[in-house]
């Protein structure tokens, strides 16, 4: 008769925690990537729009020029046209793009960005109004510019209540209507120099904007962009929705708090270089794509400063002898990726 053996009990071990790690590590790998290929994009665009065109300027005697240097045509051309049409297209892409991004997340939908539902466009109108009908000038202009977008956000918000983001978006796509109507008519009962100088606040430009509005609105970034990064710890929670995040302990506030800081990114932006259409409504998704579908404000950010850059020199040599605004090239793109974000959406079901 045998004597039945005794195992020892050995602890099995399973491969779910490494394979835990494996699947969490992936993804920071992958935005570690992102962020560093849209850094270099970044770069690389502003090098173009800086170095290249119709008059050529060598890295060494961009660098000198910077740093004092007069080089005969190449230090005007340089500081006058090209280095402030480039900085400035940096710093509202970067406005815009986060703008953009943390809109489509906390709203959970990718149409509800600043220029779509109207926050631009509010901002706009109050420019125009200010410019055309009020007389008022430069910094005044501005100020109108930022208190007009929040006061539209405001009106949105409320109208459209607490329900999801769908609502949101069809209430802002009216007010943004709207507010088109309001500077077309400001534009018909104007004299024809007036309607040249608000121009800007119909189409978007960073043309001719002098170097003091572009350390305003740096200054304004300086602030509020280390406020969104602050504020936004608490966007993992708040995509759960209000409910979840409710029962976690982030109430409702912090995702009004976090659209205004959004509100004036977008208003500050648009003081600065006019409404820009569909930067920050094209960062966002361009943003996810490249993440395998995770949100990033940062990489919006940076994508959004890429496509100004890059439609900016577009705008400036895509016709020969004709500088465009930049905001007629990114219409002319932008509209044609609403229609295929559309219509992707409504395939997958994914436009809410």
Same mark, same amino acid.
């Given at each position: ?6 195992? !020892? ?32 994009? =970044?770069? !690389?665009?502003?090098?173009?729009? #800086? ?11 961009? #660098? ?29 892409? =970067? ?53 007009? $977008? ?65 350390? $305003? ?39 009004? #708090? =976090?659209?205004? #800081?959004?509100? =004036? ?21 361009? !943003? ?22 890059? !439609?900016?020199?577009?705008? $400036? ?36």
């Amino acid at each position: 008769m045998s004597t039945p053996t005794l195992r !020892a009990a050995v602890p099995v071990r399973t491969s779910s925690r490494p394979d835990l790690r494996v699947a969490t590590r992936r993804p920071r790998r992958r935005r570690r990537l992102v962020i560093g290929g849209l850094l270099v994009a =970044l770069v !690389a665009a502003f090098a173009v729009r #800086v170095l290249l065109g119709d008059y050529t300027v060598t890295a060494p005697d961009f #660098v000198r020029i910077v740093l004092g240097e007069q080089i005969p045509v190449a230090t005007f051309i340089v500081m006058e046209s090209k280095l402030p049409r480039a900085v400035l297209a940096l710093l509202v892409g =970067l406005a815009l793009g986060s703008a953009g991004s943390l809109f489509q997340t906390l709203l959970r939908n990718p149409l509800a960005s600043p220029d779509v539902i109207g926050v631009s466009m509010g901002a706009s109108a109050a420019g125009v109004l200010a410019l055309l009908v009020l007389g008022l000038r430069d910094g005044a202009v501005s100020v109108f510019a930022v208190v007009g $977008a929040v006061v539209v956000s405001v009106v949105v918000r409320w109208v459209a209540g607490t329900t999801g983001g769908y609502r949101l978006v069809l209430v802002g796509v009216g007010m943004a209507a709207a507010m088109v109507s309001v500077v077309q008519y400001l534009f018909a009962r104007s004299a024809t120099y007036d309607v040249q100088l608000a121009l800007r606040w119909l189409v978007g430009s960073v043309n001719n904007v002098p170097w003091s509005t572009i350390g $305003a609105l740096a200054a304004a970034l300086a602030v509020l962009l280390p406020l969104l990064v602050w504020l936004s710890r608490a966007l993992p929670v708040l995509e759960l929705g209000d409910d979840a995040a409710a029962g976690l302990g982030v109430g409702r506030h912090r995702t009004d #708090v =976090l659209l205004l #800081v959004g509100v =004036l990114l977008t208003s500050v932006a648009v003081a600065a270089a006019g409404p820009v259409s569909f930067v920050a409504f094209m960062a966002g998704p361009i !943003a996810r794509s490249l993440l395998g579908g995770r949100h990033s404000l940062l990489g919006g950010a940076l994508v959004g400063a890429v496509l100004m850059l890059l !439609a900016d020199y577009a705008a $400036a040599y895509l016709v020969p002898g004709v500088v465009l605004p930049v905001g007629v090239v990114t219409g002319a793109v932008g509209g044609p990726f609403l229609l295929w974000l559309l219509a992707r959406g409504a395939a997958g079901g994914r436009v809410r």
